[in-house]
């Protein structure tokens, strides 16, 4: 009988192939170039000054957040009746380690959704935090944020405002961030 490894375990192993991925997944490029070649599985905009502030624009869509995750899970997405792209691990044994991850539109706002059976899947959600996607201290407010995610927190961030809730039931957490644009003034 094969003994599960620790949560701290399984994650620290994520997060190392997450960065070593990286390492080789994002290539240097030439400055002005704000997206990587075709290359199917990474084409991930890493965000530049000159996606910092344009009104009514998001710094990245949901196609480049859907890239980040079949690159970090390895795996292809599924759709929706509704036309959202999602991911869900197929193959669980205990309740806690399931976890589905859905990407979609809502007019001008990107919604990622984490739909977690425990601890291991709102990893995925830390992890996201510090995805290419993000500047620094982006990352670090949807840090601050997530301690306040069951007061559904909104906070207009220099390229976007991003509203946060979690709901939690005894076998189920849901985190819901919704990045909606800066209009034009």
């Not at 995750?69 to 036309?83: H, I, N």
């Not at 869900?88 to 919604?111: F, M, Y």
Request: proline share 8%.
């Amino acid at each position: 009988m094969a003994i599960p490894a620790p949560p701290h375990v399984v994650t620290g192993l994520i997060a190392a192939i997450a960065f070593l991925a990286m390492l080789f997944v994002f290539p240097q490029r030439a400055p002005g170039v704000e997206q990587f070649a075709a290359t199917p599985a990474v084409a991930v905009r890493l965000p530049t000054a000159e996606s910092a502030l344009v009104p009514g624009k998001l710094p990245f869509t949901a196609g480049d957040a859907v890239r980040y995750f079949s690159t970090v899970l390895e795996m292809s997405p599924e759709r929706d009746a509704e036309g959202a792209t999602y991911f869900e691990n197929q193959h669980v044994s205990h309740a806690e380690d399931r976890w589905t991850i859905t990407v979609r539109t809502e007019g001008k706002e990107v919604v990622v959704e984490f739909r977690v059976g425990g601890d291991y899947g709102l990893s995925l959600a830390r992890e996201f935090f510090e995805s290419p996607l993000f500047v620094q201290e982006e990352s670090e407010q949807l840090y601050v944020m997530l301690n306040e995610a069951q007061n559904a927190p909104t906070q207009r961030l220099p390229r976007f405002t991003l509203r946060m809730h979690l709901t939690q039931t005894t076998d189920l957490m849901t985190l819901t961030l919704r990045f909606t644009p800066h209009e034009a003034a």
